[in-house]
């Protein structure tokens, strides 16, 4: 478990001097498919923040990617200072960058907001929040489905049933009582922001 920390460290100063560097230099070999500029310089904004106050001493080890989870209803995923999650329309808005880490090999896993720093939580009652301190209110489950679209369900809460985040047409999440996995505001993309094998360290 120590030395998984250490490489995590050294994994993480690579990748924080990498953004850093590609901020001073103004490059453009973040391969990533599927952002515009605009999207890049929000991303390395969010990183940079992330470099000075991220804090993991709590959670260690596991796979992380950055991505925007963008709803079948046509929002990105934002976690705000208040831990309120909502959505935007501003694909550079960032509050939408998140970190998704793997928690457990069966397809459980945590998000948190880079610029917030704080993670998707459910309670009891199935409200959404972003929370400070990870829990295992923060494990969600991730089903891929038909559709090329995914859902994430509270692991700890589904007692009676399965409870999803989503964003309403409205950009709202819905109580988790009245979600589905069949219901187009349960389905999210994670859109890439930058490709991990750049920060593969070993
Ligand atoms: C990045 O941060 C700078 C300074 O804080 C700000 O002026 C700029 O608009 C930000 N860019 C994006 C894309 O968020
Ligand atoms: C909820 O429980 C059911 C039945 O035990 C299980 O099949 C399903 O995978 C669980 N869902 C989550 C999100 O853990």
Redesign the pocket.
């Known amino acids: 478990m120590h030395r998984w920390m250490l490489t995590w460290n050294l994994h993480r100063a690579l990748s924080g001097l990498y953004l850093h560097a590609v901020f001073l230099f103004g490059s453009v070999h973040l391969a990533c498919g599927d952002c515009t500029p605009e999207q890049l310089a929000a991303i390395v904004n969010c990183s940079k923040h992330e470099r000075h106050t991220r804090n993991y001493d709590y959670m260690e080890g596991g796979d992380v990617r950055l991505r925007q989870l963008y709803s079948r209803t046509q929002w990105f995923l934002t976690i705000d200072d208040s831990g309120n999650i909502r959505g935007t329309q501003d694909p550079t808005n960032c509050y939408s960058i998140l970190e998704i880490r793997t928690v457990s090999e069966k397809g459980v896993l945590a998000i948190k907001g880079i610029k917030s720093q704080r993670y998707i939580s459910m309670n009891k009652k199935g409200q959404l929040q972003g929370k400070r301190i990870y829990n295992d209110n923060c494990n969600f489950?991730e089903f891929f489905l038909e559709n090329y679209f995914n859902a994430y369900?509270?692991?700890k809460w589904?007692t009676t049933k399965?409870m999803f985040i989503t964003l309403s047409q409205k950009g709202r999440p819905l109580r988790g009582k009245k979600t589905r996995r069949e219901q187009v505001a349960s389905h999210f993309i994670p859109m890439k922001c930058k490709e991990d094998e750049d920060r593969q360290v070993e």
């Open positions: 489950k369900a509270s692991v589904n399965e």
